[in-house]
């Protein structure tokens, strides 16, 4: 079963993600700021990272450039889901966005569903 | 020794600074109250966007509101919101889940980090009302604003948190605040007015009582209110030496030159009866002199006013073209009286006005949600004019014919003179009359004179000695009331 890893500081929309992940038979951790978030990746190391970008303690990008840092996490997919327009090159989810197309960017990053083998 | 004023962190929304004297103070802790939809959240992302323009970095923390998508979405209509900014010195968080989970400690220590790591200048928390629901007690509610108002010092960041409302004076939060803004809609008739009014401001001195305000997409306005604003003029008026010409020779005459410099001169008479034209005389008189004028014009547009003018031989157009004269159109519906007189004022400041002619100042009167503030507002806007030498002349709407020939109540003793122009009837026709009924503190000549509209514009003619009750609008000649002395044939109306 492929994992994600959702960071956002909104409970509500997190929660709403986690449910529909789930539901769609990912194995899916939240964390509620950056740095709670990285803690979080480096544990789990998710198929997937789909992340806000304005977060308390630490934000989504600084959260991704320590990613990058370290070589168990550097190449896992990132998706950013933002209102706004950050410099950065991975895929972004304009907020407010339909499940359909979180949907699309999750299959895109996996190379398919829940259970596809290629990431 | 001199008295130190603490320095003041502007808030780049109009008008507000001008409320609080210069802005809010550095490292203060500001309550903004206010019921669900009075402007809460565009005040404070106004506040916000402006800090960061500015050079600053905004933190807005959201506990209980819209998620931040739509929140962006929204501000993104205002002109103040700026999308760059967003991310880089405007930064959105949510404390609902640390709040929730740990409580205001934990808040506390989230907004400490943020505050330290990003040099923030101003903090936003909007929903405050969860902190207070979140604590576990009135006492650590008091401790985390106690915490809160030492962290906001030390960083020197001024913080505004935003509550429904502060429901008790004896409440911690307003005893801990160094200042309370509250927001409030009023319901006038079929409008609603928002309005606005600083309850505390410790250590510095605003203005009182309520101020109006709007939403537009420009943001947060205020305007505050007139009276209060302009208690005292900001120049001491100068006595009146000179005369300024109103381009009518015979009107002239009649008031031994002209009307004073500086002096307020109200313009009395129905619909069509003149009060336009010569106040196009007028301000065409002043531009041949080098002295610029304004029309504010209520009902007829800048085309309709030229057209007017032009048709009698008054070059208006042409002082229009050389930027002598300026026309300034505005409908009085739905606006707001504070709105339309500073407004007036700044055009007169900015375009170093000299000669101002409102036509239809009874319409501004009309405007205003609140009636009895009227003359308050006329006064000062005359006294404020009188302070600049600005020489203003009002038309004010008078009935076509019949007793009523006083300048409305609210007005009369905010004007230093006052021209009646009147329709007269007699014998089946209508003619025209003007008299001086007052000027204050200068000579003039109280005779009632009949006057025509020709192809050189107004033209003053004789007198009327044996005629009777010619202020009625119903004139009778002396016996069984001939034709009065005087009448020409084709001179009536």
New interface residues.
Partial sequence: MKSIVIVE?????AELLQEHLESRGYRVGVA??GKAGLSRILDDLPDVVLTD?????M?GLEMLAKLKERPATAAIPVIVM?????DHPHPRLR??FRLEELDDEIDRALGGGPLASGA | MDEVMPSRMPTGVPGLDVVLRGGLIPGGLYLLAGAPGSGKTVLSSQLSFSQAASGGAAAYLTLLTETHARLLANLSTFAFFEPRLVGERVHLISGLRPLIESGPDRLYRLIEDELRRKRTSLLVIDGAIALFEAAPSTAEFRSFLNRLKVLLEVTNCTAVLCLPSVRDRDDPVHALADGLVELAIDTVGLRRVRKLVVCKFRGASYLEGFHTFEISRRGFEVYPRTECLLREPSEMPQRAARRASLGVPGLDAMLAGGILEGSATGVLGAPGSGKTLLGMHFLAEGARRGERGLVLSFFESPDRLTGQACGVGIPIDRYLREGSVEITWSSPNEQLIDAIVQGLLARVKARDIRRLFIDGVDAIGRASVYPERVPLVLTALCDELRARNVTPLLAIEAPIIGMESNVPDPMSSMLDATILLRYVELRSHLYRFISVVKARGSAHDASIREFSIGADGIHIESTFESSEALLSGMARAPGDGGEPEGTAEGHGA
């Fill in positions: 500081d909104e409970v509500d929309l509620f700021d970008i304005m977060m308390p303690l934000d933002s209102a706004i327009d950050p907020k407010p």
